[in-house]
């Protein structure tokens, strides 16, 4: 069983800053596409931002210019920076991990909340 471990959610107030971290096993790190999702309640799980692993990077235009995503591959750690953070932000952020061999694979973390307070 493959494990992604999140770290990093909290409380913080609007305009503020967070970092989440997600660590994953190195033999999916190197192979995998390493992104983050956010799930707000009532809302379906969309994409915030992936990282290719030669450093490809897509953003949601609702991020852009706000968040960035980063990977450190000695360290098999994806990190999502969060500045200018508005009260809409607020969700369970999940670590997601997409190996493609022939047939597509997503492995999921656990997910941290994330609040940002007005």
């Known amino acids: 069983q493959v494990e992604l471990v999140e770290s990093g959610g909290g409380l913080v107030q609007a305009g503020g800053s967070l970092r989440l971290s997600c660590t994953a096993p190195?033999?999916?790190?190197?192979?995998?596409?390493m992104a983050w999702y956010r799930q707000a309640p009532g809302n379906q799980r969309e994409l915030v931002a992936s990282?290719?692993?030669?450093?490809?990077?897509n953003y949601d235009d609702s991020v852009k210019g706000r968040f960035t995503i980063s990977r450190d591959n000695a360290k098999n750690t994806v990190y999502l920076q969060m500045n200018s953070l508005k009260p809409e932000d607020t969700a369970v952020y999940y670590c997601?991990?997409?190996?493609?061999?022939?047939?597509?694979?997503?492995?999921w973390g656990q997910g941290t909340q994330v609040t940002v307070s007005s």
């Open positions: 190195g033999s999916i790190f190197r192979i995998s596409t």
């Open positions: 997601n991990a997409v190996v493609v061999l022939g047939i597509r694979r997503d492995y």
């Open positions: 990282i290719t692993r030669i450093g490809s990077i």
